[in-house]
């Protein structure tokens, strides 16, 4: 079993940052791709990045274009989303979430554990 919990969120103005956190507990947790999605009222949970423990391979989503980076502290048990150069359309609730199970990493279907999200405000 693992559990998730994100914190970093908060309102921030437009071309600001913020550093996303989540921490997991679990025996086997290190061996799990670990990703973000986000999902805005009205719209569908998306991919923002993953990271795979092994090598630290990164994926992102398209809409990220540099902006974002994902890494872990594997010390601390912790993933990290670092969002730069944020705009009001990154407005979201922002989800840490694990695989065990791999597959396509981009979708949501691949994940089964998930933490409780955190809220993201850009304000223009």
């Known amino acids: 079993q693992v559990q998730l919990v994100e914190s970093g969120g908060g309102l921030v103005q437009e071309g600001g940052s913020l550093r996303l956190s989540c921490v997991a507990s679990?025996?086997?947790?290190?061996?799990?791709?670990v990703g973000w999605f986000r999902q805005a009222p009205g719209k569908e949970r998306e991919f923002v990045a993953v990271?795979?423990?092994?090598?630290?391979?990164?994926y992102y989503g398209d809409f990220v274009k540099g902006r974002f980076t994902i890494s872990r502290d594997n010390a601390k048990n912790t993933v990290y989303l670092q969002m730069n150069s944020l705009k009001p359309e990154d407005t979201a609730v922002y989800y840490c979430a694990a695989s065990s199970r791999g597959g396509q990493l981009r979708s949501r279907d691949a994940y089964d554990y998930w933490g409780q999200g955190t809220q993201v405000t850009v304000s223009s």
């Open positions: 990271m795979i423990w092994s090598g630290g391979i990164t």
């Open positions: 679990g025996r086997t947790f290190n061996r799990y791709p």
